[in-house]
């Protein structure tokens, strides 16, 4: 069976957007000499490899409103691409990371170039630099995309308010974690604890994961509004169970499939839903042994198996999988209430509540 998010031969197409715009790009900064393809080498591995679910999304929020296939959607589709990947690489320099998609982190990456060159300065200041700066490539890029995507421009101008909406609200939202990884937790009631976490996963993933590039797609194909709330509500509940699952498998997945080390958000110390329920749910010996591991980055095996067990024991994993199910339950049921949704989108926006929420990466 075709995988939702090759419907429409869309992850090809999408992969050639991005090798187009790439070599593009890299035409215009050729008059800058050779040492900025440092920051081109790293972009291009980034966006050799990922879902695409954000580019899936947006492409058929366009179909749902009953706009045709065309080239110009697809630009505007591999826009989010960029964007993904420009918060993938400031994420991974804010949380520390050393790897991303199985591969090292944009920063470390630079650093790395840096130390086998024998150049003068730290590595790792070169490399944050490097790796802010491609970022910022990636956002400018973003831009370039959905102005020059060939859509008509009044369709443009009708999603460009929720296009700018997500910009601003994603940095934001970035800088809520940030701010939570900081502020003391362990002494919070525990509804704040979870309704710190949710406003996160609202705000750094669930929105600009699904919810924003849906409507930016429906609302630039001119959708009703009745219908674009339904599907603001299935993308917020599609988008929050995605983080969910996504928290689940920074702890418990496999890193042949997650691509990051066992245990990496341990070790991150994240302030997560899987966390909040594990304090609320487990015994004092627990707590302990969470304030002592939890945000370590030198933690063994051993440490994440006993961290591990901490969670899986205090019912935090069941609940955080219950919260899953009924969230995809929800977003099934707004998207049923999205009348207006056209025949070909709906079967699979429904399929890709399950590609977005299984229990892979």
């Known amino acids: 069976m075709t995988s939702p998010l090759d419907e429409a031969d869309l992850r090809t197409r999408v992969q050639t957007c991005i090798d187009d715009e790439l070599r593009h790009q890299s035409g215009v900064l050729d008059e800058l000499g050779p040492d900025v393809s440092d920051l081109l080498d790293r972009i291009e591995s980034l966006l050799a490899g990922g879902k695409r679910l954000r580019a899936a999304f947006l492409y058929w929020g366009h179909r749902a409103a009953g706009r045709p296939d065309s080239p110009a959607l697809i630009r505007l589709a591999t826009a989010m691409e960029f964007f993904q990947a420009a918060a993938l690489i400031h994420d991974d320099v804010m949380d520390d990371s050393d790897t991303r998609r199985g591969m090292p982190a944009a920063h470390r990456a630079l650093a790395a170039v840096h130390t086998e060159r024998g150049w003068g300065g730290d590595d790792e200041r070169f490399g944050v630099a490097g790796a802010i700066l491609a970022g910022n490539l990636c956002l400018t890029w973003t831009d370039e995309l959905v102005a020059t995507s060939g859509l008509p421009a009044d369709d443009l101008a009708r999603g460009r308010e929720m296009f700018d909406r997500m910009r601003t609200q994603l940095m934001a939202g970035q800088f809520l974690d940030v701010v939570d990884s900081v502020r003391p937790w362990d002494d919070l009631p525990a509804a704040e604890r979870v309704e710190r976490a949710q406003r996160v996963i609202r705000y750094k993933s669930a929105k600009y994961t699904v919810e924003h590039p849906l409507l930016i797609g429906a609302t630039a194909g001119g959708l009703g509004e009745t219908d674009l709330t339904h599907l603001s509500s299935y993308g917020l509940d599609v988008g929050h169970a995605f983080?969910?699952?996504?928290?689940?498998?920074?702890?418990?997945?496999?890193?042949?499939?997650?691509?990051?080390?066992?245990?990496?958000?341990?070790?991150?110390?994240?302030?997560?839903?899987?966390?909040?329920?594990?304090?609320?749910?487990?015994?004092?010996?627990?707590?302990?042994?969470?304030?002592?591991?939890?945000?370590?980055?030198?933690?063994?095996?051993?440490?994440?198996?006993?961290?591990?067990a901490v969670i899986t024991d205090s019912g935090a994993v069941d609940a955080v999988e219950g919260e899953i199910t009924s969230l995809a339950t929800r977003a099934r049921t707004s998207l049923a209430a999205a009348t207006g949704v056209t025949p070909d989108a709906r079967p699979v926006l429904d399929a890709l509540v399950e590609i977005s929420t299984a229990r892979t990466a």
């Open 243 to 308: 983080q969910l699952r996504d928290d689940l498998l920074g702890v418990f997945g496999d890193p042949d499939s997650t691509g990051k080390p066992a245990g990496d958000d341990l070790r991150e110390g994240k302030r997560t839903l899987l966390i909040a329920h594990t304090l609320s749910g487990t015994d004092d010996a627990g707590r302990a042994l969470l304030r002592k591991h939890l945000g370590r980055p030198d933690l063994s095996p051993a440490d994440v198996d006993a961290l591990r």
